[in-house]
């Protein structure tokens, strides 16, 4: 599928100004910073397998597209929503259980990379792109 791969963390645009309209503190933001994520992703169907590893932690997620989840960020934060598929591209909606504010993803493949747009609410500030590794 489109998204199978090992993905590393290219570049990101804005990634700390997002992390603040989120309330993600000053001091997580910066470890977040320097967080060297690398993804591995596999779909078999409707579920997809994604295998994180970063400097803070090495977990696996297990999702079916369109079946609510929860999912914890390195700092421990709890998100719960979805992932669906909508042409090429991979959309989450998600809700922090602890304030309710809400976060958009959409992933897709452009020019061989995963790139990566996250939107709080109305506004969208980071984009990351990752490139394939061995």
Not at 51 to 56: D, L, N, Y
Not at 70 to 80: Q, V
């Amino acid at each position: 599928m489109a998204f199978d791969g090992n993905w590393k963390v290219e570049r990101s645009e804005n990634y700390d100004k997002f992390m603040e309209k989120m309330g993600v503190n000053i001091l997580k933001r910066k470890l977040a910073a320097r967080d060297n994520l690398k993804l591995t992703i596999t779909q078999e169907g409707n579920t997809f397998t994604v295998k994180e590893s970063s400097t803070f932690r090495n977990i696996e997620v297990v999702f079916e597209l369109g079946v609510a989840f929860n999912y914890n960020l390195a700092d421990g934060t709890e998100l719960s929503g979805t992932w669906t598929l909508e042409g090429n591209k991979l959309i989450g909606k998600f809700k922090r259980t602890d304030n309710g504010k809400e976060l958009n993803t959409v992933r897709e493949i452009i020019g061989g990379e995963l790139v990566q747009v996250s939107c709080k609410i109305y506004s969208c500030f980071p984009k990351a792109k990752m490139t394939t590794y061995q």
